[in-house]
């Protein structure tokens, strides 16, 4: 039995950086997701404002490189996703999209942040 390495999150990250841009997840296991990377693993409680937003700031500073695009897929915690845009903007990541999943035709659809 051969054993294979599982991929780190800064390895994932450098794969999507070929394309100039990060694609990452808000959380991991809400929804299905064309990426292997999130924000969050979990949330452990949805009012703890600041513990969001700081493991937003942790988790964007490991990803970010300037001139590089964010896209954000969003899977409905509206906190979460407050979180991640304050953190962009704090850091002043000024090229972002939000992809939102459409039921419908099954595909995402973009909004792109104007600061």
């Not at 390895?11 to 990426?35: A, M, T």
């Not at 896209?71 to 972002?96: D, E, F, I, K, P």
Request: glycine letters at 4%.
């Amino acid at each position: 039995m051969e054993i294979t390495k599982e991929e780190t999150f800064e390895e994932k990250i450098k794969k999507s950086k070929e394309n100039r841009k990060v694609s990452i997840g808000l959380i991991k296991g809400r929804h299905e997701i064309p990426v292997e990377s999130y924000v969050f693993g979990s949330i452990e409680d949805v009012t703890d404002v600041n513990a969001i937003e700081s493991k937003a700031v942790y988790r964007l500073r490991e990803v970010y490189r300037p001139g590089e695009q964010l896209v954000l897929y969003a899977t409905g915690l509206t906190v979460a996703l407050v979180a991640v845009l304050n953190a962009a903007r704090s850091m002043q990541w000024l090229n972002c999209v939000v992809m939102h999943y459409d039921a419908n035709t099954k595909s995402y659809y973009p909004q792109y942040i104007a600061w």
